[in-house]
């Protein structure tokens, strides 16, 4: 079904419901007519003869219907000792030989003469030579009663098979003119409901043809309840973050553009400057210090673009933090001699992989390492590592958009750090939080996820 478009779907859908309902129908309402035409057949049998009950009482003949098609017999039985003894015909229509034989009507009479008692009725069919289906009713009274024996009278009514036909046909073109109505009205709600459906989805698919054309910046929500409006919503909302990813993107781009073009313009004036024999060899030194910086910043675009495409691989394994902390701190420590460097390590181990553990050290030791003042202190106690500098604390306004990547700070800086950390950690399921220090500082807090805020104060 999901080869076909939705409307194609939904109109298999109905035609197949609407064989399965007409044939299903089609065998209750035959089987029903059946049944009551039947017994509308015997209840007409039943009128003639309550209808005519004066006459055929009181002796009088009793002719066949021309307008309903029933013909009669009349006869007389004797009871005596409480049974019936003999049960004769004394009058039969004329039209009686039109609808059964001799042989039928003596099948009739014998399967009546035991219950010929007064006020004694009932119905039966049989059939025919012609296999036509006989319908017959009769009726019994005591007209003539006497010491000796008791006389009772009775009539039976008798039809063919075409006021069952004719009721039977009746009933099947009402049933069924109303079925039809019924599924018109149906096909005309459905179609109704499944256009509107359509037309729904359809302006859903062209507003996400567009939202590049209009670079994510047309709204529109579905209006209703439904899972569509639904769906609706949670394209929308990520159109706005597509938007904010968007406006994030030329930012960064921007912010990468500066950050870049500083060391490069350096190297490149100092170079033509050593070529043109304007400046001295010991000048090399700022091309060097520059190509350290411009590296430095090319690491961290490569470490933030890899964590695009970074997946479980493998099963995360335990990382010996203190190590890795150890080896980090080495680096720095003779890079940053106005910098005390205070270290209580017990052997905590996250779960991870190991360059990803060291890249996150590494960016939050370079972080802490720009703004401290005289010393960085690093814990790692039961679980939880802790790297705090004594530098200026952070204010409101860049606090929550710390992680941000290319986010400038108050004093104009601006990175990757921060955010490759912050997006390293979400991979691993390890909360990142920055906070203020009431003695002075800031301070960087790992720990395993739960649910308390990223960010304290």
Same mark, same amino acid.
């Given at each position: 079904m999901?080869?076909?478009?939705?409307?194609?779907?939904?109109t298999?859908?109905?035609f197949?419901?609407?064989?399965?309902? /007409?044939?299903? +129908?089609?065998?209750?309402t035959l089987?029903?007519?059946k049944?009551?035409?039947?017994?509308?057949?015997?209840?007409?049998?039943?009128?003639?003869?309550?209808i005519?009950?004066?006459?055929w009482?009181?002796g009088?003949?009793?002719?066949?219907?021309?307008?309903?098609?029933?013909?009669t017999?009349q006869?007389?039985a004797i009871?005596?000792n409480?049974?019936? !003894?003999?049960?004769?015909i004394?009058?039969?229509?004329? &039209?009686?030989?039109a609808?059964?034989?001799?042989?039928?009507?003596?099948?009739?009479?014998?399967?009546?003469?035991?219950?010929?008692?007064?006020?004694?009725?009932?119905?039966?069919?049989?059939?025919n030579? =012609?296999?036509d289906r006989?319908?017959?009713?009769?009726? %019994?009274?005591?007209? =003539?009663?006497?010491?000796?024996s008791d006389s009772?009278?009775? %009539?039976v009514?008798?039809? =063919?098979?075409?006021?069952?036909?004719?009721?039977?046909?009746e009933?099947?073109?009402?049933?069924?003119?109303?079925f039809?109505?019924?599924? /018109?009205?149906?096909?005309?709600i459905l179609?109704l409901?499944?256009?509107?459906? !359509?037309?729904?989805i359809?302006?859903?698919?062209?507003?996400?043809?567009?939202?590049?054309k /209009?670079?994510?910046k047309?709204?529109y #929500?579905?209006?209703g309840?439904d899972?569509?409006?639904?769906?609706?919503?949670?394209?929308?909302?990520?159109?706005?973050?597509?938007?904010?990813?968007?406006?994030?993107?030329?930012?960064?781009?921007?912010?990468?553009?500066?950050?870049?073009k500083?060391?490069?313009a !350096?190297? &490149?004036?100092?170079?033509?400057?050593?070529?043109?024999g304007?400046a001295?060899?010991?000048?090399?030194?700022?091309?060097?210090?520059?190509?350290?910086?411009?590296?430095?910043?090319?690491?961290?675009?490569?470490?933030?673009?890899?964590?695009?495409?970074?997946e479980?691989?493998?099963?995360?394994?335990?990382?010996?933090m203190?190590?890795?902390?150890?080896?980090?701190?080495?680096?720095?420590r003779?890079?940053?001699?106005?910098?005390?460097?205070?270290l209580e390590?017990?052997?905590t181990?996250?779960?991870?992989?190991?360059?990803?553990f060291? /890249?996150?050290?590494?960016?939050? %030791?370079?972080?802490? &390492?720009?703004?401290?003042?005289?010393k #960085?202190?690093?814990?790692?106690n039961?679980?939880?590592?802790?790297?705090y500098?004594?530098?200026?604390?952070?204010?409101?306004?860049?606090?929550?958009?710390?992680? &941000?990547?290319?986010?400038?700070?108050?004093?104009?800086? +601006?990175?990757?750090?921060?955010?490759? %950390?912050?997006?390293?950690?979400?991979? +691993?399921?390890y909360?990142?939080?920055?906070?203020?220090?009431?003695?002075g500082?800031?301070?960087?807090?790992?720990?395993?996820?739960?649910s308390k805020?990223?960010?304290?104060?």
């Amino acid at each position: 079904m999901r080869k076909f478009k939705f409307t194609t779907q939904i109109t298999i859908l109905y035609f197949t419901l609407l064989c399965i309902t /007409t044939i299903l +129908f089609s065998l209750i309402t035959l089987d029903r007519s059946k049944s009551v035409s039947n017994a509308q057949t015997f209840d007409r049998l039943e009128s003639f003869i309550t209808i005519t009950d004066d006459v055929w009482q009181n002796g009088v003949k009793l002719d066949s219907s021309e307008n309903i098609n029933i013909t009669t017999f009349q006869g007389v039985a004797i009871y005596q000792n409480g049974r019936v !003894v003999s049960s004769s015909i004394i009058y039969m229509s004329e &039209k009686l030989n039109a609808y059964v034989s001799q042989e039928q009507i003596d099948m009739i009479t014998r399967s009546i003469s035991p219950y010929l008692i007064p006020g004694a009725s009932n119905n039966g069919t049989i059939e025919n030579a =012609n296999k036509d289906r006989i319908y017959y009713t009769y009726c %019994v009274e005591n007209l =003539n009663p006497n010491i000796d024996s008791d006389s009772f009278d009775f %009539v039976v009514a008798i039809t =063919n098979s075409r006021i069952a036909d004719t009721l039977k046909s009746e009933m099947a073109y009402q049933l069924i003119g109303i079925f039809g109505i019924v599924l /018109t009205f149906a096909f005309l709600i459905l179609g109704l409901w499944g256009g509107g459906y !359509v037309s729904r989805i359809n302006r859903l698919k062209l507003h996400i043809a567009n939202l590049p054309k /209009t670079n994510y910046k047309e709204e529109y #929500i579905d209006q209703g309840s439904d899972e569509l409006s639904e769906l609706s919503v949670s394209i929308e909302k990520m159109r706005e973050e597509l938007l904010d990813n968007e406006g994030t993107k030329q930012e960064m781009l921007q912010n990468i553009s500066h950050d870049f073009k500083t060391p490069i313009a !350096v190297i &490149k004036s100092y170079a033509e400057a050593i070529q043109d024999g304007m400046a001295d060899k010991e000048d090399a030194k700022i091309i060097i210090k520059q190509a350290n910086t411009l590296q430095h910043k090319v690491v961290r675009l490569l470490q933030y673009n890899r964590l695009e495409y970074l997946e479980k691989t493998e099963e995360f394994m335990e990382i010996p933090m203190k190590e890795i902390i150890n080896d980090v701190v080495n680096t720095y420590r003779y890079q940053t001699k106005n910098i005390e460097f205070i270290l209580e390590l017990d052997d905590t181990k996250f779960k991870g992989y190991q360059e990803n553990f060291y /890249t996150i050290v590494d960016n939050l %030791v370079d972080n802490a &390492k720009r703004y401290a003042k005289t010393k #960085i202190v690093i814990t790692l106690n039961n679980g939880v590592l802790m790297v705090y500098n004594d530098g200026k604390p952070i204010s409101d306004q860049f606090l929550n958009a710390l992680f &941000k990547p290319y986010e400038k700070g108050a004093d104009g800086q +601006f990175g990757l750090g921060m955010s490759i %950390v912050k997006k390293t950690l979400d991979f +691993f399921e390890y909360d990142l939080m920055v906070k203020n220090e009431e003695q002075g500082g800031v301070s960087f807090t790992i720990k395993k996820k739960d649910s308390k805020p990223i960010y304290t104060q």
